[in-house]
């Protein structure tokens, strides 16, 4: 009876967690904190350089815990550092139980049916060969891929050149040299460092005219006077000017602010507005002269009114013309894809960044514009007009480039 007596009355206990449970404890608890605190630092605190590199990788194996967050609309609570430990700690739970299982597997297929062994055979069998190269194939790529895509690529910058033919252009702009500068999303995702390296690396190129193509930051405000002054030195390095126009995230942001600060850095901004270049000055002026070449913007297809009507106001028939339109897809719009729409000579947009992806056989699979894999980079032909889609400096949505690394365009003009 005591022995009974004495079972009755132990005390009632929660197992003990395992040594080995401890340590997958541990792990979770040391990753979630590094990646949280490496997305605070970017989002929060603002902290630039190589730290915003950690935190678009934290980001990316975050996605299990953003996904469901983002779903629900809730994308402010980005910047929310308790929103930020959350998610991280859903993702990793989600990736520390997924490779438990894929452990469970793998000793599964090691264990030799009906042995009671518990040290491996001193020679692997066939079977278990497989299972720990399966294994260790599946854990490189779960590591490399994700690494390569956001630590390598989006910071190998390229130049791209292009010699486009003009009908009719007037010889003093025979070899005219465009920068073209699109997306680069200074931001979270997106350090100055990077930014004002590929400033540099398009100040090299010796332009006598510069084009931005738009969202030059990710979104919000705290970032517009700072991006603005980091394109100041590429604007006052083109020989003749600068023009600009706004995309849909300087939209986001603050559209009215973001204008300011670029013609505050030396950009004419010419959304739904023009521009001349005097051949005789070589200057940006503001009316027709003679054998001159107009420089259009137009107005942002999502965010902004797009005024062709006004844009075209005062360019004459017969002069060429550059059109800067941060959206490749104005190229569609009716009143351009009308034969008797405005001349348009050659069109520069960016937007899509290429797709950020491309996948071999398959192309490009996400790409933000409405005619599928047409627009998403280089030099394409439009209904009326050629037009070239820079692949972007920076990044959005995901933070990850394969195959599609940043770039600045180089245009040279020619007659033709």
């Known amino acids: 009876m005591g022995g ?19 340590r997958w404890l541990l792990a979770w608890v040391s990753i979630v904190l590094v990646a949280s605190l490496a997305n605070i630092a970017a989002w929060v605190w603002h902290v630039g350089g190589p730290v915003r590199i ?23 609570v980005r910047a929310d550092p308790a929103w930020i430990l959350a998610a991280n700690s ?44 399966g294994v260790g194939v599946l854990s490189a790529g779960f590591v490399a891929a994700p690494g390569y895509a956001t630590a390598v690529e989006p910071w190998i910058l390229k130049t791209r050149r292009y010699t486009v033919p003009i009908l009719d252009l007037p010889p003093a702009f025979e070899g005219l040299k465009i920068v073209q500068f699109a997306d680069p999303h200074l931001g979270p995702r997106i350090p100055a460092s990077f930014v004002e390296a590929a400033v540099e690396q398009a100040i090299g190129l010796a332009p006598d005219v ?53 013609e505050r850095a030396g950009v004419r901004m010419i959304d739904n507005g023009r521009v001349w270049i005097d051949p005789a000055s070589r200057l940006l002026i503001d009316r027709s002269v003679q054998s001159s070449l107009a420089l259009v913007g137009l107005g942002d297809l999502g ?72 627009y998403a980079g280089g030099l394409v032909r439009g209904p009326r007009f050629p037009v070239l889609v820079s692949r972007g400096v920076g990044m959005s949505l995901l933070p990850v480039r394969v195959g599609v690394p940043p770039e600045i365009s180089l245009i040279t003009l020619t007659a033709g």
């Open 90 to 133: 859903v993702a990793w739970a989600f990736w520390l139980i997924a490779a438990r299982l894929l452990l469970a597997v793998r000793s599964r297929i090691h264990t030799t049916p009906g042995s009671q062994e518990t040290e491996p055979p001193p020679s692997p069998s066939r079977r278990a060969f497989l299972a720990n190269s």
């Open 54 to 76: 950690v935190s678009n990788l934290a980001w990316l194996f975050g996605l299990p815990g953003w996904v469901p967050v983002y779903a629900t609309g809730m994308r402010s």
């Open 210 to 262: 510069v084009v931005f193509n738009g969202d030059y930051v990710a979104g919000g405000t705290v970032e517009v006077e700072r991006a603005a002054e980091i394109m100041r030195p590429l604007a006052e390095a083109a020989s003749i000017g600068a023009v600009g126009v706004l995309g849909n995230h300087d939209w986001w942001a603050d559209g009215a602010m973001m204008r300011d600060a670029m």
């Open 4 to 22: 009974l007596a004495d079972r009755w009355t132990m005390p009632l206990s929660a197992p003990r967690p395992t040594s080995k449970t401890r």
């Open 303 to 374: 965010e902004d009114e797009t005024d062709t009507e006004r844009a075209f106001a005062g360019v004459h028939g017969k002069t060429p013309r550059i059109v800067a339109a941060h959206q490749p897809d104005s190229a569609e719009l009716h009143v351009l894809r009308d034969p008797g729409g405005p001349r348009i000579d050659l069109m520069l947009s960016g937007h899509t960044h290429g797709g950020q992806v491309r996948i071999p056989f398959l192309g490009t699979p996400l790409v933000p514009s409405h005619y599928g894999q047409k």
